[in-house]
């Protein structure tokens, strides 16, 4: 055997903080599915303000590109000839 000592003790600290890390990250998604009942309990439409949560994440260069590149195909499909989407699906 070599003389190589493990340091257990420093190795159990970082387990033990990854492991409250996880317990925190459970509880704080818990409350986020309380917070997204309590808003569809109200009425307002839960799969909306997740998309605007997503939208508020992205830099505003990436948001204007997403919505050029959705205009686009939209309008690239809206010009298609209903024959040529039925051949495609």
Do not use: C, H, W
């Amino acid at each position: 055997m070599s003389d190589v000592t493990i340091p257990g003790g420093k190795i159990r600290s970082f387990v033990e903080r990854i492991e409250n890390i996880d317990g925190e990250l459970a509880e704080l998604n818990e409350q986020k599915k309380e917070v997204f009942a309590e808003a569809k309990g109200e009425g307002f439409d839960v799969k909306i303000l997740k998309e605007i949560i997503k939208l508020r994440k992205q830099d505003q260069d990436e948001r204007d590109e997403r919505e050029s590149l959705l205009d686009l195909y939209m309008r690239a499909m809206e010009t298609a000839a209903p024959d040529k989407v039925a051949k495609a699906a």
